[in-house]
């Protein structure tokens, strides 16, 4: 889960304004719209690229996730199961 969430978020910042560590997708994301919404066209060429950019990367977190879920949950109750313990469900 942890690279997940380091794609996601910046988890090494020590404050929420940490300048330290490069933004991650959740603070990029958080800053387009504003970006977007400043101009009275339509977005730029930058603005859609960098959406772009960004969806690539959401949907390749999802899938990571996705995967965790499907096999290391499956085996990490596998493990439980051999040690008579309750499962962990998604």
Do not use: W
């Amino acid at each position: 889960l942890t690279s997940v969430e380091d794609v996601l978020i910046n988890t090494k910042g020590a404050t929420f304004f940490d300048m330290n560590h490069e933004a991650r997708l959740a603070d990029q994301l958080s800053n387009l719209p504003s970006v977007v919404s400043s101009a009275d066209t339509r977005p730029t060429q930058q603005a859609q690229d960098a959406f772009g950019e960004y969806a690539a990367i959401a949907d390749s977190a999802i899938a990571a996730f996705d995967a965790i879920l499907g096999d290391d949950l499956q085996a990490l109750n596998d493990l439980i199961q051999s040690a008579q313990l309750p499962a962990i469900t998604a």
